[in-house]
């Protein structure tokens, strides 16, 4: 089974940076591997996204101060956050699912079959 650990959230100020770690245990040679954030009471929102093949989507509220990585080897993915902003506080997950015959991954939560715990992120302003 498929398992995913989140690290690296916490608390900073506003203008901050954070990188949050997804340490899979393993991965499907074709896969999707994408971070998620919800706020209490809020639907869940996609972030970010990258698959075995590159390609990577960044969600139009973070761009330009988020990026999405990977290291195949270990592997694990990363979300590099940047002058962070009180509106990105929140629950973030990681998530994956094998990629099928699409180029790019889906955004839809439910597309995603394997979920993290979760790493709180706190912005203060």
């Known amino acids: 089974q498929l398992q995913l650990v989140e690290s690296g959230g916490g608390s900073v100020q506003a203008g901050g940076t954070l990188r949050l770690s997804c340490a899979a245990s393993?991965?499907?040679?074709?896969?999707?591997v994408a971070w998620f954030r919800q706020v209490l009471g809020k639907e869940r929102e996609a972030v970010a996204n990258?698959?075995?093949?590159?390609?990577?989507m960044i969600a139009v509220s973070v761009k330009g101060r988020f990026t999405i990585s990977r290291d195949n080897a270990k592997p694990t993915m990363y979300l590099h956050m940047n002058t962070l902003q009180p509106e990105d506080t929140a629950l973030y997950f990681c998530a994956a699912t094998s990629r099928t015959f699409a180029t790019s991954c889906a955004t839809a939560p439910s597309s995603y079959s394997y979920w993290g715990q979760g790493t709180e992120v706190t912005v203060s302003s």
């Open positions: 393993e991965l499907p040679a074709r896969y999707c």
């Open positions: 990258i698959a075995d093949n590159g390609n990577t």
